[in-house]
């Protein structure tokens, strides 16, 4: 009697234990289901990415932000980048000379051109100057050249479609040119030289 009852209790208990068993086995498993379907869920509608950007540069849309584009570093600083004069008594005047790298990028971002007292090098050629004279002041009232294309060959300016770059001689004294440059683009960007191209200062 003793042995049957013995019996019948580790029967009952193994059964428990299996149970016990094979209901943590299977909470155990909808756990690791549920994981499964958190990690596996979409992002929600109107999530960004680590990639996504909306980065313009100065009108010139679709252009890759300064820190995705490849460029040569060591030849342009963009520390110190000006702000556009805002006062009536900030500007400058529009019929006034300038030739300061700061005078002129202020008068490029104030009237969206070069003042007046600037000649395309075919204006100054059709005058009678010649660049190996250096005659620019004898042939014209004190003019400097500017205003034509500047190509970007070596790439140390920022590239963007449909992006055009122009130069401009600044702090002419007249006689031979010198090496001190304004390259701006047609999008509102305006960097200094003063190395001949070699490297550029950002102004604007």
């Known amino acids: 009697m003793r042995r049957n009852l013995k019996t019948v209790w580790l029967k009952k208990t193994s059964a428990f234990l299996i149970l016990l068993f094979l209901l943590g086995t299977l909470s155990g498993c909808l756990g690791w289901i549920n994981t ?20 313009t ?3 010139a849309t679709g252009s890759l932000p300064d820190i995705l584009t490849p460029r ?6 963009s520390s110190a980048a000006t702000t556009a004069p805002t006062s009536e008594e900030e500007k400058p005047d529009l019929l006034g000379r300038y030739s300061t790298p700061e005078d002129v990028a202020a008068y490029l971002q104030v009237y969206g051109r070069l003042p007046d007292n ?6 100054a050629a059709e005058l009678g ?25 070596e790439g140390l300016l920022p590239d963007a479609n449909g992006r ?6 600044v702090n002419y004294q007249g006689g031979f ?22 490297s550029f200062r950002r102004l604007y």
Not at 177 to 198: K, M, P, T, W
């Open 177 to 198: 040119r010198g090496a001190e440059r304004l390259v701006f683009s047609n999008d509102g960007l305006i960097y200094y030289s003063d190395d001949h191209y070699q």
């Open 36 to 55: 499964a379907e958190t990690l596996t869920e979409p992002y929600p509608a109107g999530a960004t990415t680590l990639f996504q950007t909306t980065a």
């Open 118 to 123: 600037y000649l395309t090098k075919q204006e």
């Open 164 to 169: 055009i770059w122009y130069e401009c001689d």
């Open 57 to 59: 540069s100065r009108g």
């Open 72 to 77: 040569p570093t060591a030849a342009v600083s």
């Open 129 to 153: 100057w010649e660049a190996s004279l250096g005659n620019l002041w004898k042939v014209t009232d004190q003019m400097s050249i500017g205003g034509d294309r500047f190509g970007n060959r």
